[in-house]
């Protein structure tokens, strides 16, 4: 078979530890036969990012605005465990956040789904993906602890001078209390991401607050959805067939629950924190969830939504035999190398992206399984492989797909 040609590079981000064996694995046996890979590689190995005083990290976002898509790697978050560990020159911010930050992005988490790794909720048959908006609201908040018997207000003093003043409450005793924010320009964006991912997927999009309680906070995120649909996608959303839909947000989790999935349902900050993780838990494992930072732009940044699994880089490291699951990872490259295919118009991208993906659910609803997914599968009689040879029955099944077209 002649290997697949690119026109434009991805943005390939080398990442640490297991992952980062994963990743050359993944390359030698499952891209570089097939396709003449063109990537611009940028080392985001904390050895690196130290080397570089991390400006390598800001360089590879910047080739994401550039190119428009990127794949990334699972990197350490340093903690001053790592600062000595790794003999850090500093304790550098997480390159997560950092890409997060320069593309002004929103995450999309969504799950793999595999017969034989079952959602807890049953009638769940579709993935649903959740859309967090990673921006201030509660992780940008200021308290205070109340000491005794006094009044809370919250103030805003404009530019001009003008003051806008409310009471809170009238303490007469102990207690605590916070102040939140977010931006129109932030939930703008926000809500561009959620639209413009819903009609790329072609599914519909929930968006849930609690505007009963909160008339000015929450409501002023449901108006700038509103305001957003009415004004950029209403006529695409009708032509894609696909709606949008608000709700509150006890209504959204009981019907979530109660529904089949194949939606996106967009969060704020703190809802998408909580839900992310009850969505990945039920779904199956971290490693079975794909996920994509895109920005209001259009530029998308594909990778594993799990970490640079540690323990089992040591295990390797004292030559042990690891079982880490590399399907994350993989997914973080299909995804990317499809819409690569989609920009630059070469079909043959996208169909290999599908059938890798094809091959890698074959190779698990086969029963071969890293050990993790042994762990909870339903299937009659899994065969659990190292992570090496997980990736060799992979590319196994994906020759035969292509050999039988
Ligand atoms: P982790 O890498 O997600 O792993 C935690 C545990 O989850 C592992 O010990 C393993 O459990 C299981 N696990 C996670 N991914 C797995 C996979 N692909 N295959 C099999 N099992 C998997 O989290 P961590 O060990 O707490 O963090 C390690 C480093 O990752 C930290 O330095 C952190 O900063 C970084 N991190 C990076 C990202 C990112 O770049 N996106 C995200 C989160 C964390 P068992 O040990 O039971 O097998
Ligand atoms: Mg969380």
């Not at 320069?102 to 993906?129: H, Q, Y």
């Not at 509103?226 to 989790?253: H, M, P, Q, S």
């Not at 040591?314 to 690891?322: A, D, N, Q, S, W």
């Not at 599968?377 to 020759?399: M, W, Y």
């Amino acid at each position: 078979m002649e290997k697949i040609r690119m026109t434009t590079p991805l943005v390939e981000m080398d990442g640490d530890e297991m992952t980062r064996i994963l990743w050359q694995m993944i390359k030698e046996e499952l891209l570089l036969p097939f396709i003449e890979l063109r990537t611009e590689y940028y080392d985001l190995g904390l050895r690196k990012r130290d080397e570089t005083r991390d400006q390598i990290t800001a360089d590879a976002a910047n080739a994401v605005r550039k190119y428009g898509v990127g794949v990334k790697c699972a990197t350490i978050t340093p903690n001053p465990a790592r600062v000595s560990e790794y003999g850090l020159a500093e304790m550098y911010r997480s390159p997560n956040g950092t890409l997060r930050a320069m593309l002004d992005g929103t995450v999309f988490r969504s799950p793999i789904i595999v017969k034989g790794i079952e959602p807890c909720v049953k009638n769940w048959k579709k993935p649903i993906t959740i859309a967090r908006h990673a921006y201030g609201d509660v992780y940008r908040n200021a308290e205070i602890r109340v000491p005794g018997a006094g009044e809370a207000r919250i103030v805003f003093t404009s530019s001009d001078g003008t003051v806008l003043e409310e009471k809170l409450c009238d303490f007469d005793g102990p207690g605590v209390f916070q102040g939140i924010y977010n931006t129109d320009a932030s939930i703008t964006s926000f809500a561009r991401a959620c639209f413009a991912y819903a009609l790329d997927a072609g599914e519909d999009l929930w968006f849930a607050a609690k505007d009963t309680i909160s008339k000015t906070y929450d409501r002023d995120f449901k108006e700038i959805f509103e305001t957003v649909y009415d004004n950029e996608y209403r006529e695409k959303f009708e032509a894609a067939g696909i709606t949008y839909f608000y709700t509150l947000i006890d209504d959204a989790v009981a019907r979530i629950m109660k529904g089949e999935g194949g939606i996106v349902w967009a969060c704020k900050n703190y809802d998408g924190d909580v839900f992310s993780d009850m969505l990945s838990s039920a779904f199956g494992s971290l490693a079975m969830m794909t996920s994509v930072l895109v920005s209001p732009d259009g530029c998308y940044e594909y990778e594993a939504a799990h970490g640079t699994v540690q323990k089992h880089y040591y295990r390797h490291l004292e030559g042990g035999e690891t079982s880490t699951n590399s399907v994350a990872t993989i997914y973080a490259w299909t995804g990317a190398l499809r819409k690569r295919g989609e920009l630059d118009g070469i079909p043959e991208l996208r169909e290999f992206a599908d059938m890798l993906e094809k091959a890698v659910v074959g190779t698990i609803e086969s029963g071969v399984m890293t050990g993790d997914l042994v762990r909870i599968t339903t299937h009659p009689q899994p065969k659990q492989v190292n992570s090496r040879d997980f990736i060799k029955a992979v590319r196994e099944r994906l020759e035969k797909e292509l050999d039988g077209r």
